[in-house]
Nanobody, 123 residues
Framework: VQLQASGGGLVQAGGSLRLSCAASGRAISNNGMGWFRQAPGKEREFVAAVDWRGSNAISADSVKGRFTISRDNTKNTVYLQMSSLKPEDAAVYYC?????????????????WGQGTQVTVSS
């Protein structure tokens, strides 16, 4: 599976962005999918994850109520809608395919990773 993340960019604080993660090479419909992020000098951290059907999602406390993960299995694509962005949300965002069908927070449970898309938030 190849994962291609897109949709990052520069946005003002309080603004919104929608990230997309398009999968190719194999269907992702049987797997949970997740988004992680890594800011300079920091460890990669969990952002949000969704189960194989898109009916159950979890997210980090830092983004709860602001970010929404969703998926369209007919398009083999996962999305991350980000609203009310803060400067501390700035990072490279990565999508990943889980080894499991349920959403989970552990990066070690993810098998395939996209290349990342940069999100910059100006204050």
């Amino acid at each position: 599976v190849q994962l291609q993340a897109s949709g990052g960019g520069l946005v003002q604080a309080g603004g919104s962005l929608r990230l997309s993660c398009a999968a190719s090479g194999r269907a992702i419909s049987n797997n949970g999918m997740g988004w992680f992020r890594q800011a300079p000098g920091k460890e990669r951290e969990f952002v949000a994850a969704v189960d194989w059907r898109g009916s159950n999602a979890i997210s980090a406390d830092s983004v709860k109520g602001r970010f929404t993960i969703s998926r369209d299995n007919t398009k083999n694509t996962v999305y991350l809608q980000m609203s009310s962005l803060k400067p501390e949300d700035a990072a490279v965002y990565y999508c990943a395919q889980s080894l499991r069908s349920i959403p989970n927070r552990r990066s070690g449970d993810y098998r395939y990773w996209g290349q990342g898309t940069q999100v910059t938030v100006s204050s």
